[in-house]
């Protein structure tokens, strides 16, 4: 398993931006599949956005997509989440995540096996 630890989030207005990186343990984090999650008090955990290995494809969820940017250095060790024109229906925590088995969904979290801890985003109106 890689080990994952995210950063950049906090409080923030509505409308502003904010940068969510996860820096990746080990040698192999470039043939890692990748993806951001985020869940809020009460709700299920959610896909909000995925990345190839090569960082050549990306993916989001309706909810994000024109406002999040994922990518990644693979030189670094380390993906990014870019997330600008943020809304209060976007706080929750945050997840990063690796996928490492053969299940090749980007949106079900079973599909991924190993997680950060997570770092809070709020965002008031």
């Known amino acids: 398993q890689v080990q994952l630890v995210e950063s950049g989030g906090g409080l923030v207005q509505a409308g502003g931006s904010l940068r969510l990186s996860c820096a990746a343990s080990?040698?192999?984090?470039?043939?890692?599949?990748m993806g951001w999650f985020r869940q809020a008090p009460g709700k299920e955990r959610e896909f909000v956005a995925g990345i190839s290995s090569s960082g050549r494809s990306t993916y989001y969820a309706d909810s994000v997509k024109g406002r999040f940017t994922i990518s990644r250095d693979n030189a670094k060790n380390t993906m990014y989440l870019q997330m600008n024109s943020l809304e209060p229906e976007d706080m929750a925590v945050y997840f990063c995540a690796a996928r490492e088995g053969v299940y090749s969904s980007y949106v079900d979290p079973a599909a991924f096996g190993s997680w950060g801890q997570g770092t809070q985003v709020t965002v008031s109106s």
């Open positions: 080990g040698r192999t984090f470039s043939r890692y599949p």
